[in-house]
């Protein structure tokens, strides 16, 4: 009998005691909380939360107090630590991370908006369900995160006015998630995974979307006033899942999550798949008929002088 108590333990090769879950509250150095930051484990690359609107987030993982923990927020340097300094760091209260300053750089908007553009606009969808990627998934689990790499073409200069995502029916439309938006100045490698601290935000505002509905889809951005010119930027979808939601989860399962849509045929030259590594971003420009891009793309207002 006790041989049979000790098996219904078992969830999917994890045992109960070999898992471990840690529960907190995010705040800046004044005490404010930090809603919607990502908490994820590294070393697993299998669990992962998210922190509610009052900054708090239960990370349900494994037993390990060697595993690498990595908490990012809009407007914050991340922060990495391992199981066993969460666990001192929750013991002793909140878990503080330090104000990224907010910069766009030289950037310096002017003149009026007239006519609309776009960058990597394609209305194409893989609509075959035996294709291997015909939808990806934005998280296996909350915290993580899928997205496109934007290259824009020469002699794009504008106000972003809204981006355009296709949500599959297969998905779960009603889950809510976040939006972020990264640029560096830096070139980058195809396929190398670099750091978030290295991109500077686009938008000091946490870009919320939920109720989302099968087919295209728009986040609003135009009263942001968000730059584009030239330089790539990344667009980065993370499922947010509540504390509610995070308790009843058991460390094994996946979540729930929303599902994008990948552009079919007429691939555009501007939109690459954003890959997701290590708490880090990078991007992927070949195979892109074989291994489809998320149907992505941006509305731009151009700029008169």
Partial sequence: MRTLI????????LMAQDAISVESRLTDSKGVAIPYASIINLTSGEHGTTSNEKGQFLLKTRTNNSDKIQISALGFYELR????ELVQLAKNGNVTLKE?????????????????????????????PTHLYR??????RPGQSLGVYVKPRKKVAGLIDK???????DGSLDQKFAVRLFRTK???????????DEFDDMTDTILLFSDGKAGWNTLDLYNLDIYVDDTPFFIVFTSLESLEESKARAVSETTKSARLGTFANLIPDEIFKGVGGDG????????RVRNPIPAVYVEYSKLKK
């Fill in 135 to 140: 939808t990806y998934k934005i998280s296996n």
């Fill in 280 to 287: 880090g971003l990078g991007f992927n420009d070949y195979a």
């Fill in 81 to 84: 630590v391992t199981v066993g």
């Fill in 163 to 169: 981006i355009h995502f296709y949500l599959s029916e």
């Fill in 186 to 196: 830096d070139k980058l490698k195809n396929n190398q995974i670099y750091k978030l």
């Fill in 6 to 13: 000790l098996l219904l333990f078992f969830s999917n090769g």
């Fill in 100 to 128: 990224k300053p907010f910069d766009l750089g030289e950037v310096q908007v002017e003149g009026e908006r007239y006519e609309q553009d776009f960058i990597g606009k394609s209305t194409e969808i893989f609509t075959d």
